[in-house]
C-alpha cells in the first residue's frame, strides 16, 4: 500500500515526536513537507525523511497557499494556532491530525466539525490518552459492564509539580490570555476521558480549581527574580531552582532544547546556550515571581 503523505505545521516538541514516530514507519507514512518559523526545527525533520529544502517553509500559510500536496496535515502548532490551520486545510481537502485543544472557543470547535463534514475529510483529535494500554483496558472493562451503571467519573489531572512549574508557570502554557485557560490545555484529556470512557453523552461536568501556591506572596524572603541572578536564601533547597532543574541536570535533553528554542540547532543545546535562556527567558524566572495566571491545584 502507498504509504500516507504528510505536512506538518509547527515542528515544535509535538512535531518532531509525530515525524520521529512517522520516520519509524516508513511503510506507512512519509512526511513531504514541513512548516515553522524557525529553521533549525524544520531542519530536524527534514534529515529525518530527506525531503527538498524547499518543502521547509516558515508559516503555515505558505503551505496552505500552495496546491494541496499530501494526504494529511499535522497540526501542532500552540493551542491558539489551532483554528485558523485547520480551516485552511481542510478547505484545501486535507485529513488532518489535529492537535489538542481542537480550537479555543465551542463555535471554533462546530466549525471545524461541520466544514469537516461538509468536505468529507477526517480530523482526528490528538487525545493520545485514548490508545494506552492502561485506558484501554479501563474502557474495556467498563463496556463489559464490570462495575455495573457508571453513574460519576473522578477525573483528577495529577500533573507532577516539576512539569508544572515548566509548562504553566514558565511556559507555553503559564497566561491564560496568552495561551488558553487549563481547562482547556490540560485538562480537555479529561473532558475528552469522560466523554469517552461513559460512552454516552455527559450530562454535567464541574471542575475545580485555583491559582494559590505559585504567587508572589509565597516568594522566599529575599528570593531574586531570577534563580541565576544568584543570592536566592533557598536555592539549595527549592526543588524549582532553575539552575538544578535545567542547567545541572544535563540528562534533561528535551527540556534544554525546548528552552532554547532557535538555538538549539537540532544538537543538545550547549551549558552556554541554556544559560543564556536561564538569563533572558521566562524559563529562569522565580517560580513565585514569574507572569502564570492558571490554577495551580
Ligand atoms: N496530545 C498531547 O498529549 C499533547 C501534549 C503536549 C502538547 N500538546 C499540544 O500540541 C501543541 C503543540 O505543543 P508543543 O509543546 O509542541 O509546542 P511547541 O511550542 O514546542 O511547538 C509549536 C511550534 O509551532 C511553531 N510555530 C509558531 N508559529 C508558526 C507558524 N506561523 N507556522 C508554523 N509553525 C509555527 C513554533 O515555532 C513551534 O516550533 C499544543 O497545542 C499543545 O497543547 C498535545
Known sequence: MKPISVVIIGAGNRGEVYATHMAKLREQFQVVAVADPDPARCENIRRLFGFSEDACYQDWRDIMAQPKMADLVVIATVDNMHYAPALQAIEKGYDLLLEKPVAQTVQECVDIALEAQKKGVRVLVAHVLRYTPFFGKVKKLLMDGAVGEVMSIAQVEAIGNDHYGHAYVRGNWHNEQESTPILLA?????LDMIQWLLGKPCRRVQSFGSLTHFVKENAPAGAPKRCADGGCPVSDTCPYNCLDFYYAKQ????????ITGGIAKGSIPTDEEVMQALKTTDFGLCVY????NVPDH
Do not use: I, M
Not at 186 to 190: A, N, P, V
Not at 251 to 258: I, N, Q
Not at 289 to 292: G, I
Open 251 to 258: 540528562g534533561h535533553v528535551v527540556l534544554r532544547k525546548k
Open 289 to 292: 515571581q514569574a507572569n502564570n
Open 186 to 190: 490540560k485538562c480537555c484529556h479529561d
